[in-house]
């Protein structure tokens, strides 16, 4: 499979696992082809994201350990960059997706909790580095209009990981996706939006037997409850806050 410059390049933590001793020297390359291999699949219901992977639009980067803060500084950095970067009429897609060595063991709560943990940690980061909130969306996670930012530009997160109830949740590895908003906003200006949402219902239902229950429309009800792919209680209470914005 080709890979461009968008792909995974080492961090600094990139190659610790082998450091500690643990036997897997190799991990990043698997963290990266794990995720590739999945989103290649044929029957992989979003169309989305193998549009990203066939335009070279997709980057990932390696972390360690999704219920460590330790990568989250050098996370933020890479998605300040990935929000500067200028689209291209070429790649309807781009995604920057965080590939986690683990745990592997985390059930569907245990990983709702780290996905929401490693949110919160890379947005302090990013209020750090002075960067205020997407101005056309809500920083408050109960609002229909919430959306995550960093680098100033909204993003939609997909949580992946091996114990989700979901199949085309499921990964070998935890692993958290930013779609960048605008990417959707450009589908509804062209009227592909809604022809592009069907599609990836009815090829998700094929997937795994079932409808979606968690999936609904940006502005119905709050995103923050699709992020982590378990179906959450109708009273859930999201944990997210953004630094130094209003809830």
């Known amino acids: 499979m080709q890979t461009s410059d968008t792909t995974y390049r080492p961090g600094p933590h990139a190659h610790s696992c082998a450091a500690r001793g643990c036997g897997e020297a190799h991990l990043p390359d698997e963290l990266e082809e794990s995720l590739r291999g999945l989103i290649a699949r044929t029957d992989f219901p979003c169309v989305g994201a193998k549009a990203a992977l066939a335009q070279s639009g997709l980057r990932i980067e390696a972390a360690g350990d999704i219920t460590s803060s330790a990568d989250d500084a050098r996370i933020q950095r890479a998605l300040a960059r990935w929000s500067q970067m200028p689209t291209t009429d070429e790649a309807d897609f781009r995604s920057l997706t965080v590939v986690y060595h683990g745990p592997r063991d985390l059930d569907e709560r245990g990983f709702e909790n780290a996905l929401w943990a490693r949110v919160a940690g890379i947005s302090a980061a990013d209020s750090e580095c002075g960067f205020a909130p997407d101005p056309g969306f809500s920083t408050d996670p109960d609002d229909p209009h919430f959306a995550l930012s960093f680098g100033g530009r909204a993003y939609f ?57 968690m999936l609904a429309r940006h502005g119905e009800v709050s995103e923050a409850r699709q992020y982590s792919g378990r179906e959450v209680e109708a009273d859930w209470a999201c944990p997210f806050f953004r630094p130094g914005s209003a809830k």
């Open 157 to 213: 997160a997909v949580g992946l990981h091996p114990h989700a109830s979901r199949r085309a949740r499921r990964l070998p590895f935890p692993a958290i996706v930013f779609n960048l908003h605008n990417q959707f906003e450009k589908l509804r200006a062209e009227d592909r939006y809604e022809r592009m949402r069907e599609v990836i219902l009815a090829r998700d239902e094929a997937f795994d037997g079932e409808p979606n229950p």
